[in-house]
């Protein structure tokens, strides 16, 4: 007879171990003070396109499902090469473990249209720290959905753009003083250490890019009108780097919405999408909002509904579109290699 409780303790001890040594192979890499490379190679004529979709996980709830219908559609249509995630991929609180039904419930479930299946190119938010982060960080997972690729910093080199994918949640000071919830630090601490080598890595990689395009990926906002705002860490700390480097995007999620705001000061454009699943419609009025007038100017796009955003770049153009839960076109916009911006 079959001892299945002495097998299920040696599987289990088995996979402890090797999530052991997945871990110390991730922190020594980390030591080698350089962002993590990667490629994914263009089309034959050199474009790319991409869709971005961000603050999702909900198991298919609060028009998820929807949203995924209409990527799905897109999708097929644009020809995507992959998907970027903004983060927040799995709410309330993260992954529990690697077996956590949520991953398959909100993620494999739920974008299930041929066209979604490519990488999934994702970082971590705010939500996803409350779960066990080494878990959503485990190449295991893509044993489950060979999609699935989750970093915390890394760069993605595509040839006609180069993408950096920026760990944001450790840079806001409230998450270390809540008390509400509870945050997985052990990949953060000691947070000052992280958050310079951050830093330093991604000026490194940026000031060594000859990239076309310089795209930043984080989960929190630099500039927002939606219901975060700005997050003052990131102005003060990311937000120079990005000016020095010539980065044409900052692209993030955290505010659940679709936004389009132009720099005041230089070419970056910032482009706000988190509305994979629950919105907050009609939380926030960035007309009557006075406490944000400062970004007013500079918004040529809104809303607060659910939706996503596609990216098609080729040497000489980067076009993004954002899109509602029932795909149609609620913004377009394109920007040359010369920097000269035009609506649509």
Known sequence: MVNLGNNVHDHQRKLSLLLIVINCLMIIRSSFGELERFEHPPKDDGSLSILVVGDWGRNGHFNQSKVALQMGRIGEKLDIDFVISTGDNFYDNGLKSLTDPKFHNSFTNVYSAKSLQKHWYTILGNHDYRGDVEAQLSPLLRNIDTRWF?????????????FFFVDTTPFVENYFAESEHSYDWRQVYPRRTYLANSLKDLEKALGESNAKWKIVVGHHPIRSVGHHGDTPEL??????????????????????????????????????????????????????????????????????????????????????????????????????????????
């Open 150 to 162: 989750c970093l915390t910093s890394f760069l993605l080199n595509t040839e006609t753009a180069e």
């Open 235 to 344: 102005v003060k700390h990311l937000l120079p780097l990005l000016q020095a480097n010539d980065v044409d995007l900052y692209i993030n999620g955290h505010d659940h919405s679709l936004e389009h705001i132009s720099s005041s000061d230089n070419s970056i454009q910032f482009l706000t999408s988190g509305a994979g699943s629950k919105a907050w419609r009609g939380d926030y009025d960035h007309v009557k909002d006075k406490s944000r007038n400062k970004n007013r100017s500079m918004v040529r796009f809104f809303y607060d509904g659910q939706g996503f955003m596609s990216l098609h770049l080729n040497p000489n153009h980067a076009h993004f579109l954002f899109y509602d839960v029932f795909g149609n076109i609620l913004h377009s916009s394109k920007l040359t290699k010369h920097l000269h911006y035009s609506s649509i």
